[in-house]
Nanobody, 125 residues
Framework: VQLQASGGGLVQTGASLRPSCSASARTYNTRAMAWFRQAPGKEREFVAA????????RYTDSVRGRFTLSRDRASNTMYLQMNNLNPEDTAVYYC???????????????????WGQGTLVTVSS
């Protein structure tokens, strides 16, 4: 599965963005989809994930209540609605898809098979 992330940008503190991640092929064999981010000078970290077999999205603590992950099956597109952004959210955001992943590894970036190229989100203070 090829993934294409877009929708990043430069915004001020408190603003919203809605990056999207489109898949080039059917995702019938995809078990989970997720967003990760990498801030300047830091390791890539988990942001949010969805187990396609059912259940609610999972979020890292720092974004819970502000970010919402959703997926449009018909268009094979995943979204990350990001509200009340702050400078600590500045990062390159990557989407990922897991075909061989198991549920207990849903927050582990090493468990994902396919990655998008990333979209840059910059939040100014």
């Amino acid at each position: 599965v090829q993934l294409q992330a877009s929708g990043g940008g430069l915004v001020q503190t408190g603003a919203s963005l809605r990056p999207s991640c489109s898949a080039s092929a059917r995702t019938y064999n995809t078990r989970a989809m997720a967003w990760f981010r990498q801030a300047p000078g830091k390791e890539r970290e988990f942001v949010a994930a969805l187990w396609l077999g059912g259940g609610n999205p999972r979020y890292t603590d720092s974004v819970r209540g502000r970010f919402t992950l959703s997926r449009d099956r018909a268009s094979n597109t995943m979204y990350l609605q990001m509200n009340n952004l702050n400078p600590e959210d500045t990062a390159v955001y990557y989407c990922a898809a897991g075909r061989t992943i198991i549920l207990s590894q849903i927050t582990n970036q090493n468990a994902y098979n396919d990655w998008g190229q990333g979209t840059l989100v910059t939040v100014s203070s």
